[in-house]
């Protein structure tokens, strides 16, 4: 007689969910290539890449959209499985980026930008999980304390 086991998040998945209404941000580090297991129905669970499980369970969080963002290729959305992502890349349009086939390329001043439009907007909860994090400081000495302009800022 066998019995199956349900599926159990794994503890740093469960830190990080538990800990949203009172951290704003986290920063995940070691084996981020690696695949994690991610329950995509009840009983049913599969291997995918970290930002796909992170995508689905902030998600299932609460929050409207999750945006991902890496030097090389800019910001696109991290969808559910099978999701229209033409619908979801508006969002992007809405941040003041140009999406082109579900993504928008942008370098670390476009980053800065967005970042600052993202935590002014006004509605749902927006996810930002970017990656590479710890290459977007050049020099950690000589950080900008400002390093976006408000389009309302005189010149």
Partial sequence: MTSATAYERPRWLRDVLRFIPLKPQFVLSGNVRDLQLCELAAGSVATLPLFEVLGIELRSAGFAHVIAYDPLTG?????????????????????????????????????????????????????????????????????????????????
């Fill in 75 to 155: 910001f696109r959305i991290i969808g559910r499985p099978g999701e229209d992502m033409q619908a979801s890349s508006a969002i992007l349009s809405q941040l003041g980026l140009q999406p082109a086939n579900g993504a928008a390329t942008a370098g670390l001043e476009l980053f800065s930008e967005t970042v600052h439009r993202l935590v002014t907007r006004a509605g749902e909860p927006i996810a930002l999980v970017a990656d590479f994090a710890s290459r977007l400081v050049v020099r950690n000495d000589a950080l900008n304390p400002r390093p976006y302009r408000d389009p309302g800022d005189a010149a």
